[in-house]
Nanobody
Framework: QVQLVESGGGLVQPGGSLRLSCAAS????????MGWYRQAPGKQREWVAG???????TYADSVKGRFTISRDNAKNTVYLQMNSLRPEDTAVYYC????????WGQGTQVTVSS
């Protein structure tokens, strides 16, 4: 059973930046395409960004040009660099496989507010 642990969230002013990390247990991480997802209060969880085994990245239109996903297979970790943050980016952020097939972690709260 793979465990996912997200970290790096916090309170940031509009226009600020944060870097999220997601560490996965086990040795199968490098075989999977990974994704970042978020869930805002009262809304369904949505996909934010994805990265394949071969480092091809894709983004939701709402974050394109502001967020960057990356991975370090040696560390079983996927990252999300978030720049030019907006209040509408406020949410709990999660990582999982591209299919959302692993058990969800606790997520990390990102709050964008002045």
């Amino acid at each position: 059973q793979v465990q996912l642990v997200e970290s790096g969230g916090g309170l940031v002013q509009p226009g600020g930046s944060l870097r999220l990390s997601c560490a996965a247990s086990g040795s199968i991480f490098s075989f999977y395409s990974m994704g970042w997802y978020r869930q805002a209060p009262g809304k369904q969880r949505e996909w934010v960004a994805g990265i394949t085994r071969f480092d091809t990245a894709t983004y939701a239109d709402s974050v394109k040009g502001r967020f960057t996903i990356s991975r370090d297979n040696a560390k079983n970790t996927v990252y999300l660099q978030m720049n030019s943050l907006r209040p509408e980016d406020t949410a709990v952020y999660y990582c999982n496989t591209a299919a959302g097939g692993w058990t969800w972690g606790q997520g990390t709260q990102v709050t964008v507010s002045s």
